[in-house]
């Protein structure tokens, strides 16, 4: 199994961005995807994931909408849509999968539902910088 990240970049506060995940080794069709970042010194960060079996999703309450989450099963490929990017959303961009046995992992933490980091298969990672 392989995912291979792409998309990020440089890119000025406002901006957006589209990041990709292509996928070989599995099909996405039942797989349940993520999406987390890691910024320099601090630990890394569950943004969004999609339930294989049903399509539904979840997002982390931090991203405030800005961030959504999408595939394509015919290229197994998936994606996570980035707007209004702020110099806080610097950081490695990863995508993770996991089997239809585990789903998406969300678990609670001090009474708030978080993604957990525990997916089969990642990434290497695609930098994404905001900056004026």
């Known amino acids: 199994v392989q995912l291979q990240a792409s998309g990020g970049g440089l890119v000025q506060p406002g901006g957006s961005l589209r990041l990709s995940c292509k996928v070989s080794g599995l099909s996405l069709d039942s797989y349940a995807i993520g999406w987390f970042r890691q910024a320099p010194g601090k630990e890394r960060e569950g943004l969004s994931c999609?339930?294989?079996?049903?399509?539904?999703?979840w997002y982390a309450d931090s991203l405030k909408g800005r961030f959504t989450i999408s595939k394509a099963n015919a290229k197994n490929v998936f994606y996570l849509q980035v707007n209004d990017l702020q110099p806080d959303d610097t950081a490695a961009y990863y995508c993770?999968?996991?089997?239809?046995?585990?789903?998406?992992?969300?678990?609670?933490?001090?009474?708030?539902?978080?993604?957990?980091?525990?997916?089969?298969?990642w990434g290497q990672g695609t930098q994404v910088t905001v900056s004026s």
């Open positions: 999609m339930h294989g079996s049903d399509g539904r999703t």
């Open positions: 993770a999968t996991n089997p239809p046995t585990k789903g998406c992992g969300l678990t609670v933490v001090d009474g708030s539902l978080q993604l957990s980091s525990e997916y089969e298969n």
